[in-house]
């Protein structure tokens, strides 16, 4: 059988017995904090301070700690989706223009096999389902409004597009012109560098957008080399690789809001400077250079 669950009581004591300084907070806040956090969750940020042979914390491990880089990954997270939401809608904005001013005559043209791997359009047609049409406003309208139309056109539906399935549509587009076109908006002429790049801006957004762990996180595969981004020697996995594209993406949307993230992330990872301790996992896990 797999574990049972403890009530928090229980809980406290365990870190206790595993050798957690729990003394810079009451029993009460350390009651809050697990009920607010999960006791699950809250091990995925003790792994950093474990001492992996003995199951145990690293001697001097204090509660206060675990939760600084609780809260650090936490507003790392919220201050990356910020930016990673001006990413989404500049790229899906720049993909209807582009394909619209192509195929004029065609409002529709995603399920059009001219212009769309005819694979693409068998699974998208599963998408644009009843419960689709019924649950986003602007589609039901469209449909209310205009009830022979089997789909509502390019920029009302692609608003309820995930940026995974605007990546996708991106993919299959037969035309290479014009999705170099699109590409070199950013700057980049190679197509699968440039799909490397929004993929990892892609991943990002899913652990930020589901609350996933960001501080340790290492892409499955390496982002490609381009001259417009420096990584920290020959490391493209890290989290600092995908903040560096996250930021090579938002200069090319606008150099003020460029500025404004390199210094929200630098004044993020400053404040813990003094915190010898986050300031190492800074370093060594996200990869951050100070």
Not at 66 to 75: C, E, G
Not at 128 to 134: A, I, L, M, P, V
Request: proline residues 2%; charged residues 30%.
């Amino acid at each position: 059988m797999s574990k049972l669950a403890i009530p928090i009581s229980e809980q406290i004591e365990r870190l206790k017995k595993k050798g957690l300084d729990t003394s810079c907070f009451s029993e009460d806040k350390i009651k809050e904090i697990l009920l607010d956090i999960g006791y699950y969750r809250f091990g995925y940020y003790c792994h950093p301070f474990m001492d992996n042979t003995s199951d145990t914390f690293k001697d001097g491990t204090k509660i206060g700690t675990i939760i600084d880089l609780y809260y650090l990954d936490t507003d790392l997270k919220y201050l990356l989706q910020k930016y990673i939401n001006r990413i989404e809608i500049n790229f899906r904005t720049k993909l209807i223009y582009f394909v619209s001013m192509k195929y004029k005559k065609d409002p529709t043209w995603f399920i059009n096999n001219e212009v769309m791997e005819q694979s693409f359009i068998d699974k998208f047609e599963d998408i644009y389902s009843e419960k689709f049409k019924t649950e986003n406003l602007t589609i039901k309208k469209h449909h209310k409004k205009y009830p022979d139309d089997s789909f509502a056109p390019v920029w009302k539906t692609f608003e309820y597009l995930t940026l995974g399935a605007i990546i996708t549509v991106f993919s299959n587009i037969r035309d290479e012109d014009i999705k170099i076109r699109i590409s070199d908006c950013y700057g980049i002429r190679d197509l699968n560098k440039f799909l490397r790049l929004l993929h990892t801006v892609r991943q990002v957004r899913n652990i930020c957008a589901h609350s996933g762990v960001l501080f340790d996180y290492r892409l499955p595969q390496s982002i490609n080399s381009i001259p417009q981004i420096t990584f920290n020697g020959s490391d493209r996995n890290s989290v600092d690789a995908c903040i560096k594209v996250i930021c090579f993406f938002t200069k090319c949307i606008s150099t003020n809001r460029h500025n404004d993230i390199e210094n929200e992330v630098k004044e993020l990872f400053y404040s813990f400077e003094k915190n010898e301790q986050i300031k190492k996992i800074i370093t060594d896990k996200i990869n951050y250079n100070f």
